[in-house]
């Protein structure tokens, strides 16, 4: 009896430690499924579509990086209570701030069209219809939650749409992948000359991208704002439990967000690739693409993904872009104020959306339009990393918690890599 009550005590304690662990993923876990949106996943899809296996071995490359800058955009919002772009304004002169945010809002309309897109194709191949429609349909519901939907219920939703990207593990267990390659792929770099050096840009322009700074930071705020928590400057007895939190969370997003775009290299090298199928250009075409080659189950998992995620990014990429202007402006920012409590913040929201949607109805190429999204934000990331990384090291802002050696050594680690990419970006065009 007593070694059965010891073994009911053990595994009630292991069931607590579970639920208490996943409590705390929050915005890290949200911000690493949003950087899996449609436009990411095509990317993804390309990158295993014309190269196979061979280039993995970046997502490897881009986990510790991208979890670094991640984590100096959530360190920034919990210590000092204020999303990024407040922070940005109080260091850095206000026209810089404005441009680099005005860089960041072209951006992000262009991807919500371009995810809206996906989305809208993803599901006419499902179940049939306009794909006009859908877009409507699907910018509706997305703004609708953002509007009406309380910050805590919403960010709820936001964690268990995540789940739909476990769509990307189940079709490449569907599928059958040369175990070997990818095992090389991961661990041997390979660059495929120009093709591969645009490729492989592309690749760290979509896992690092300027709108999951402003989200994250933003989010860490909003929890400071809708909790009895106060900003880890005022509050510093709580910093060790928090820090520990956002590791773990930003941690976790990171490694879930690479895991899942791993999972879409792999599928469509296994399936499009091994079948001489080089070139996709968008999420819904890899999904119809999977169907002949790889089976219904595994397109129809693919397609719903995309549905999925979008249902996720959308609502980040729009509500990053609103934190970000509304807060330059000075305006009343956050999710848990209702409509016309913030009207400013929520109208950015609406606009951002309704403009990716007329850009759906545009004859405005979606690929060409996320070409030049990609080079606006290799534009803005890397001085907005530079800035990011100035503001977590100035006592000024963060107080006595600036940021550690170690994360000040991966944050600029990170900006460096993507001052590269952006200068090979550039001289690949000449």
């Given amino acids: 009896m007593s070694n059965r009550r010891d073994t009911r005590e053990k595994r009630r304690s292991v069931e607590q430690k579970l639920v208490q662990s996943l409590e705390e993923l929050g915005p890290g876990l949200i911000t690493g499924a ?37 984590l100096v955009s959530a360190h920034i919002g919990r210590v000092t209570g204020a999303g990024l772009a407040n922070n940005l304004v109080s260091t850095f002169p206000k026209r810089i701030v404005g441009l680099l945010i005005g860089i960041l809002l072209i951006a992000n309309i262009i991807n919500i069209g371009a995810d809206l897109s996906g989305m809208a194709a993803s599901a006419a191949l499902v179940v049939g219809g306009g794909e006009h429609a859908f877009v409507i349909a699907f910018a509706i519901v997305s703004v609708l939650l953002q509007l009406f939907v309380s910050y805590h219920d919403y ?43 645009l490729t492989i840009i592309a690749l760290l322009g979509t896992t690092i991208s300027p709108y999951l700074f402003f989200w994250q930071s933003s989010q860490e705020a909003e929890d400071v704002a809708t909790s009895r928590s106060k900003p880890l400057k005022q509050q510093p007895r709580r910093a060790a439990s928090e820090f520990r939190r956002m590791r773990f969370d930003t941690f976790a997003g990171m490694a879930f967000s690479d895991l899942i775009s791993i999972a879409i290299i792999m599928s469509t090298a296994a399936t499009l690739h091994a079948h001489g199928i080089t070139q996709i250009n968008s999420a819904a075409d890899a999904a119809e693409a999977l169907r002949p080659v790889a089976g219904s189950f595994a397109f129809a998992l693919f397609a719903i993904g995309i549905i999925g995620t979008g249902f996720l990014a959308v609502p980040v990429l729009a509500g990053s872009a609103a934190f970000a202007v509304a807060e330059v402006f000075g305006w009343k920012e956050g999710l848990e104020y209702q409509p016309r409590q913030a009207a400013g913040f929520y109208s950015i929201i609406v606009a951002a959306t309704l403009i990716g ?28 990393m530079i800035a990011m990384m100035v503001v977590v090291s100035r006592h000024r802002v963060m107080g006595r918690f600036t940021a550690t050696k170690p994360l000040l050594l991966f944050g600029w680690a990170a900006t460096a890599v993507m001052a590269a990419a952006t200068l090979l970006f550039f001289l690949s065009l000449l």
Avoid: C
Wanted: aromatic share 12%; glycine share 8%; proline share 5%.
């Fill in 34 to 70: 949003a950087d899996d949106d449609p436009s990411g996943i095509a990317t993804y899809s390309q990158a295993g579509a014309q190269f196979g296996y061979g280039l993995l071995w970046t997502m490897v490359l881009a986990y510790p990086l991208m979890s670094a800058i991640q």
């Fill in 155 to 197: 960010a709820r939703i936001l964690k268990w749409l995540t789940l739909s990207l476990f769509a990307y593990v189940g079709v490449l267990l569907a599928v059958q992948t040369d175990w070997k390659a990818a095992a090389t792929g991961l661990v041997v770099p390979r660059i495929f000359g120009r093709e591969g050096i």
């Fill in 357 to 384: 949607v007329l850009i759906d109805w545009s004859h405005i190429d979606p690929i060409r339009a996320l070409f030049w999204s990609a080079v606006l934000n290799g534009i803005a990331s890397v001085p907005l």
